[in-house]
């Protein structure tokens, strides 16, 4: 009983800005782990961003220094800040999330439906 709802993507210019945002439904006593990955046409699903519940940070080394990962426990949601976006990134984006449902359970992971990202001229 746990949904992930994606917004954010659409078509921007190399050099642009986007914002995508993942919020969480149901029943969900904590979430650990939020963390965003991409998948290209005939590609691997990569992971590109990864924050854990004390808001550490890992990203993947070609997105270092343009994109951001944040949280806000209170909605439950994890964002994603791109800029300078290059073509490379273009991307079916794709949020996680490890969920506690309730005390004593296992985390379980989430994912959401996928939202598209195209950076083109």
């Known amino acids: 009983q746990v949904q992930l709802v994606e917004s954010g993507g659409g078509l921007a210019q190399p050099g642009g800005s986007l914002r995508l945002s993942c919020a969480a439904f149901g029943s969900i006593f904590n979430i650990n782990f939020m963390a965003w990955y991409r998948q290209a046409p005939g590609k691997q699903r990569e992971s590109v961003a990864v924050?854990?519940?004390?808001?550490?940070?890992v990203y993947k080394d070609s997105v270092k220094d343009r994109f951001t990962i944040s949280r806000d426990n209170a909605q439950n949601t994890v964002y994603l800040e791109m800029n300078s976006l290059k073509p490379e990134d273009t991307a079916v984006y794709y949020c996680?999330?490890?969920?506690?449902?309730?005390?004593?359970?296992?985390?379980?992971?989430?994912w959401g439906q996928g939202t598209q990202v195209t950076v083109s001229s």
């Open positions: 924050i854990t519940s004390s808001g550490s940070t």
């Open positions: 996680k999330m490890g969920v506690r449902r309730y005390l004593n359970a296992k985390s379980e992971d989430y």
